[in-house]
């Protein structure tokens, strides 16, 4: 799942932020007189906000690290490397970052370090490419201009492993062939759909499978009229839960085939299924639902599934 997390800064970390696009590190001080590094926009003794903005060293000496032999993706490098908390020259705290060197025996609490600035700065965390060893400041002698920064894109990448359980895997495979597979705990109790592995009336195992149709009652909708990133459809459109004949509990998907304006409770629906050769292990196989020209359900067949 990826999406990029839009955000605003406030006053202080904007500060920041500006500071190292331009190739500076500013912290604040604080009431007590320690210079915070990144700055805190609330003093830590008094809650007051803070406004005294003081400029530190890109030198500093490692107070803590901690090595990274596998790196993983998304990480600073590629190459196993270090994480170190590094006390800037003129600050009275530290700040966490990546230290560059090929091996552990390397690095030290103590050791001299120097930031390594990003070729390209934007006014993110990333213009500090990284600390590398060194007593010398390599601060970059270009200035970015450009307006204070007052908000920050950061991409997110959330992948997600999900190992299928027995029962999960029934339906699943089912899916891949072009079946609806429900479960419940025996012949008295509710199907489920999808199945899972445990009725949540008793908590007895849904060991007996049961395939369902892919025609069913929209017992509940709403009209999305609100675009949003990673959307598939233009609104409007329609998403509904669907109670499949054959099962006990309905199941949320889209309602397309007509106007958005004249889906409503009741309507029977039938399941679109995408093209044989796309199908896979997911209920994605059903692309959408749309009306299948039968009456509208009573109220009562379905009032208990709402």
């Not at 920050?152 to 992948?159: A, G, S």
């Not at 896979?280 to 020209?293: A, C, I, M, S, W």
Request: proline letters at 8%.
């Amino acid at each position: 799942m990826k999406f990029d997390y839009t955000r605003s800064v406030g006053p202080t970390i904007g500060r920041f932020l500006t500071g190292l696009r331009e190739g500076r590190i500013v912290g604040v001080r604080g009431s007590d007189g320690r210079v915070i590094v990144p700055p805190a926009e609330f003093d830590p003794v008094t809650a007051q906000a803070l406004t005294d903005f003081v400029d530190v060293s890109d030198v500093g000496t490692v107070q803590s690290w901690s090595w990274v032999a596998d790196p993983l993706p998304g990480q600073p490098f590629d190459r196993p490397f270090a994480w170190a908390l590094v006390k800037f020259d003129g600050a009275d705290t530290a700040l966490l970052h990546a230290l560059d060197v090929a091996s552990p025996e390397e690095v030290h609490t103590g050791m001299r370090v120097r930031v390594r600035w990003a070729t390209e700065r934007t006014g993110t965390i990333h213009d500090i490419a990284c600390v590398e060893p060194g007593d010398t400041s390599a601060a970059p002698s270009d200035s970015v201009a450009g307006e204070p920064v007052t908000g920050i894109i950061t991409p997110i990448d959330l992948r997600y492993k999900h190992t299928a359980s027995p029962t999960e895997t029934k339906y699943l495979k089912a899916l891949a062939e072009g079946r609806l597979l429900g479960g419940r705990a025996d012949s008295d109790s509710k199907v489920y759909f999808p199945a899972r592995g445990a009725d949540p009336i008793d908590g007895r195992p849904t060991d007996e499978m049961v395939e369902v149709s892919d025609t069913g009652t929209i017992t509940t909708f709403c009209i999305v009229n609100v675009p949003f990133m990673g959307q598939k459809i233009k609104p409007p459109f329609v998403a509904a839960y669907v109670l499949l004949d054959g099962s006990d509990i309905p199941v949320l998907h889209r309602v397309l085939g007509c106007d958005a304006a004249d889906v409503r409770m009741g309507m029977r629906v039938k399941a679109v299924w995408k093209p044989r050769e796309e199908w896979g292990y997911t209920l994605e196989n059903v692309d959408h639902f749309e009306p299948n020209g039968e009456p509208d359900a009573d109220y009562e067949t379905y009032r208990h599934h709402l």
